[in-house]
């Protein structure tokens, strides 16, 4: 029985392991979960995971959540998958734990809070306060500044890497997010981290042409947001 | 040379390692870095973890932050740890690292939130929302709901086992923080949930004598922050 992956491809680290699994060649079955349908609260899915979140894996009798972990799973349980994703080497592999830890309370914290207090709570006419958006904004500037200077000092991909690991799925997949900002909104926060902008291309191309088709999802969600949001005249400034 | 920690007791993810490297007999040298000074910005731990957070590990030439990702590190360096700290079982291993993961937007951000916000932000002055308290206190409940019924059901210990692993302690540690709150505070978060309460406890015993002196310095603060909070007419009922 092939692998099942529960997954809503709006949802940042569902991209990450779809893409994944698709680069790599795993047998696998995608089951949508759809969150703007609050599907991960069906009583269906909390069987699967009682947390309620995207992704979530099945593989035979084991339930698996959280992206990293399922990730990790992944490339041991899967003999095929090229050890660059996930080395045994001791520190290589310590580094790659590093990152993937960071990555939850800095540069998830700041990408997710601004996307989501910018405009997908605007757009569902929640009321969006000001200091949470500055200091998901602050936070994400950090993580980039860390992401430039630190992690990506080494080599192309993070933690000193010739090839990429599932580092650098996970968080490419979390800055795509910012793609449902305005083109102008997102040059300016990225625009100056040029080490950045270069690893998202070398992400892109390594795991092509995977990525784009992952990210389909994501590009028309961007168009459909834009037109709403010239329909809200609150929100046009942000175009 | 010895492995050196550099960590803050008052942290709760330093206290994590320094216990576990005490329970293991780990030969470790701790360096205190204060984090009530600041000293986590100096140009000196600078170069020792440029995130500017405690703890970080140096083992040879090798450094290296976050907490989860140097308990894995030490289990899989040091040939003396038991293997139930870090089963190598793919499937006891894939379990460890969802709850670990979990911990970071859950139980970490309620509680580390909820402490920082009703008590050292108040004490140092700092105006502190209550939507933001709330919000911590909620993410905490709603995390050692959980705990309760999902990651404690299978065992005495997380994700179904019957010794501690390194989730047991990085968890245990953090809800520890609640210490600074007062018993009454604590009583009533914790009361309800009599397996996580249970849980503690086996945890404490499982690490024994090493737990209660590694978190003398938080029982200590817990009586300073109350004797200055007795100074302080609108904190008084927190008391």
Redesign the interface.
């Known amino acids: 029985m092939a692998l099942k992956v529960y997954a809503d491809r709006m949802s940042q680290p569902s991209r990450a392991v779809i893409l994944f699994c698709k680069v790599n060649g795993i047998d696998f079955e995608e089951i949508l979960v759809d969150i703007f349908k609050n599907e991960q609260f069906s009583p269906e899915y909390k069987a699967i995971n009682?947390?309620h979140q995207v992704p979530a894996i099945v593989d035979g009798r084991?339930k698996?959540?959280?992206?990293?972990?399922i990730l990790?799973?992944i490339c041991?349980?899967f003999p095929g998958v090229a050890s660059h994703w996930y080395p045994g080497d001791?520190?290589k592999?310590?580094?790659i734990?590093?990152v993937?830890?960071?990555h939850?309370?800095n540069l998830?914290?700041g990408s997710a809070g601004l996307v989501f207090n910018t405009l997908l709570a605007q757009l569902d006419g929640h009321h969006s306060?000001p200091?949470v958006v500055n200091q998901a904004e602050g936070i994400l500037l950090k993580s980039l500044s860390?992401l430039e200077?630190?992690w990506l000092k080494d080599g192309r991909f993070l933690v000193g890497g010739s090839q990429p690991s599932i580092a650098d799925i996970s968080l490419v997949c979390e800055i795509m997010q910012l793609e449902l900002l305005s083109e102008k909104e997102r040059d300016r926060i990225l625009g100056p981290f040029k080490k950045v902008v270069q690893w998202i291309e070398d992400t892109k191309i390594a795991t092509a042409p995977h990525f784009d088709e992952v990210h389909g999802v994501l590009f028309n969600a961007q168009k459909r947001f834009r037109e709403r949001m010239k329909t809200k005249p609150e929100l046009k400034a942000k175009l």
């Open positions: 009682p947390m084991f698996l959540s959280e992206s990293h972990a990790i799973y041991c349980a001791l520190i592999r310590a580094k734990h590093s993937l830890d960071w939850h309370a998830r914290r306060y200091q860390m200077k630190f």
